[in-house]
């Protein structure tokens, strides 16, 4: 219980972190394989290059109608499947070539030589050109080459495969997402609900009992108070049991007065805070009737969460809670000030998370309630506006009109 009140990283982040080194680790590896076979290839490219290059010089080097060449140009030549470039002693004129993509019909003389000489600045790049030398001393010619079809698409494999991973990550790390929200929310209404279902029967009941005792009561005016007042608990009691039946549920919107909602609140805890030692005054600021589309009931309990929270952040008894509603364009915006603790900037985003909380007391979950019940049934957004250590917080609620 301990780890999970004081915001700690819960398991499923670890086990988030887990699977993303080890699908990197993974990644790392295959990269690693591939370039070691792109390397291999390499070298028996270089090998054909070499065998070719020596056959010419071979061929050079005999004398007239010794030998027989034709496996030189029926079986080497034939079975190299990169393109390869042969120019003379001067490394200038293109004697031969194989392998090249180009119909030179369509070029003139000196577009085909610049076409040539980039084609074989490329391949240089890549590899040393071989030498073809008379008795190991004259340089009749040179031979360059490129690279392979395989050994093209060997090379755009690593990144092919990387991006199939991260494509897979991210599925994987959005559904995981998924999930654990979906299980959240399953457990969310599952414990709102019964909890609405176990309130309902008693609340009832006790209603009876009130009526019971007002007729009892007869004219005793101090009984009736206190009647009245176990009644309006009651009545506080029905509309929380309420609001948790609806949790689960698409809420009915309706238009309302934003200003009068949130004066309703202010007047419950108004009532409220001198029984908890406090001197904290609540204001509320805004325009002429702002009014947005929401479910009273829940909205309610969103304003009575951000008070609460407010209440706890003044620790030292004196402060002062100011709520501000104003428009812009098609949109609302309630602003929640306090002049408590304030948020440190290492907790900002985990002021929502389901569990976290600063307090020696609490679940933590009123705030992440109140961000679903916005976000979730109301389309709008509830975030941190600004906060600074023992100066206050503001919480921001955007709602469309």
Known sequence: MKSFLSGSMPVSGKLKIFLLIFAFLIVGGTLLYTHEIVQQLQAKEREVANLYAKSLGFIANAKVGEGDYSFVFNEIIVAIDFPIIQTDSTNREVQAYRNVDIDSSEFTTEELNRFFLQTIAEMD?????????????????????????????????????????????????????????????????GMARETAHQLGTPISSMMGWVELLKDQAGGDSKRLDTIHDMQNDLLRLQKIADRFSKIGSKPDLHEENLAEVIDRVIQYFERRIPHTGKKVAISLEHQSKIKAKINRELFEWVVENLTKNALDAIENGVGRISFSVHERGSQVFIDVADTGKGIDLKHRNEVFRPGFSTKKRGWGLGLSLSKRIIETYHKGKLFVKESRPGFGTTFRIKLKK
């Open 125 to 189: 790049a890549l590899h040393e050109p071989v030498k073809v030398a008379f008795q190991d001393t004259i340089i009749l010619s040179y031979v360059h080459y490129g690279e392979s079809p395989l050994i093209t698409k060997l090379r755009w494999l690593p990144f092919v495969e990387l991006s199939i991973v991260a494509l897979f990550i991210v599925i994987g790390y959005i559904s995981f997402s998924y999930v654990k929200r979906s299980e959240q929310s399953n457990i969310w209404v």
